[in-house]
């Protein structure tokens, strides 16, 4: 089983640029989740969706946008990167039915210049 | 605001030299308290969840404990392999959001 993909692994972005990571599930969770790590800060919650059609601001929402077309894929774009938008950012997604327990993707490693 | 307070920051151990990883917490209600291991370049991975005070688990070699305020993760024994960084978050009834602390860097020397 797959569980969570995340597509690119890595990423170089210039400035200005806009970016769409890219995520999938096959486990038919109802809830997706984007979070951002950085040093020193952990995880934090950038936007999440409790099922397909719906999506919610997290802790750090500023500069992100995400859909929820279908329950399996959480895209998360960013219209205009910035160099504060460098970090490793991770999908994760949950059965609310189940506990909540999050399941994580691999990362995506993006740099801003 | 829901919190999550991690220690401490970085912790090394003889291989068999048992110890304990703190979670200290604030939530509105805590809804869970998850225990997540953290390999370096991959993603989290899950390991325990708790929900009320009093509550333990157990899986090998951890066993994570819970109260009102905070949660212990006991590693007994740990082998190098125990090596990673351990990550705790809380997940409160007043909304959807995970709060992360910052994790506990664990390293097990042979």
């Known amino acids: 089983t797959a569980g969570i993909t995340q597509a690119p692994t890595s990423q170089i972005l210039a400035a200005g640029r806009s970016m769409t990571l890219r995520c999938t599930q096959d486990?038919?969770?109802?809830?997706m989740y984007w979070y951002r790590q950085d040093l020193g800060l952990g995880l934090r919650l950038i936007h999440y969706?409790?099922?397909?059609?719906?999506?919610g601001k997290g802790e750090v929402p500023d500069g992100y946008s995400v859909s929820r077309a279908n329950t399996d894929d959480f895209p998360l774009t960013l219209a205009s990167a910035v160099p504060s938008q460098t970090s490793v950012y991770f999908c994760a997604s949950s059965d609310q039915s189940s506990y909540n327990e999050q399941f994580f993707g691999p990362g995506t490693r993006l740099t801003v210049l | 605001e829901d919190q999550v307070t991690q220690s401490p920051e970085a912790l090394r151990l003889q291989e068999g030299e048992s110890s304990s990883l703190n979670c200290s917490y604030t939530v509105s209600g805590l809804r869970g308290l998850f225990w997540y291991r953290q390999d370096p370049g991959k993603g989290p991975e899950f390991l325990f969840t708790?929900?009320?005070a009093g509550e333990e688990k157990e899986k090998e070699r951890l066993k994570a404990t819970l109260t009102k305020k905070e949660s212990f993760l006991h590693i007994t024994a740990p082998k190098p392999e125990d090596s990673a960084t351990y990550l705790c978050a809380v997940q409160g009834w007043s909304g959807n959001q995970f709060y992360f602390g910052t994790g506990t860097s664990l390293t097990v020397i042979p």
């Open positions: 708790l929900y009320s």
């Open positions: 486990m038919r969770h109802n809830a």
């Open positions: 969706s409790n099922t397909a059609g719906t999506t």
